[in-house]
């Protein structure tokens, strides 16, 4: 496996999980808020700031996620090719 086809599945990689976080933050998270929380406070009896605090930390971890997993690779697979 060459260095070059990894960094461009890193970089696919990178785009795609980008791509996710947006239609999380906007689709599900910000457009839709007040009917996700009316479902998942059935199921979890959580309150909003509960649940805003869950949504924000996942949408975060998962941003730290791709940089760390995906980017910082990338970078580094560039510099160095």
């Given at each position: 496996?060459?260095?070059e086809l990894v960094r461009n599945a890193l970089l696919w990689c990178t785009v795609i999980n980008f791509?996710?976080?947006a239609l999380w933050s906007l689709l599900?998270?910000?457009l839709p808020h007040e009917w996700l929380y009316r479902i998942l406070r059935?199921?979890?009896h959580l309150?909003?700031?509960q649940f805003d605090?869950?949504?924000l930390a996942g949408i975060v971890l998962y941003k730290v996620g791709?940089?760390?997993f995906n980017l910082v690779p990338y970078i580094a697979l560039r510099i160095v090719g």
């Open positions: 496996m060459s260095i791509a996710l976080l599900l998270y910000v059935r199921w979890c309150t909003a700031e605090t869950a949504n791709i940089i760390l």
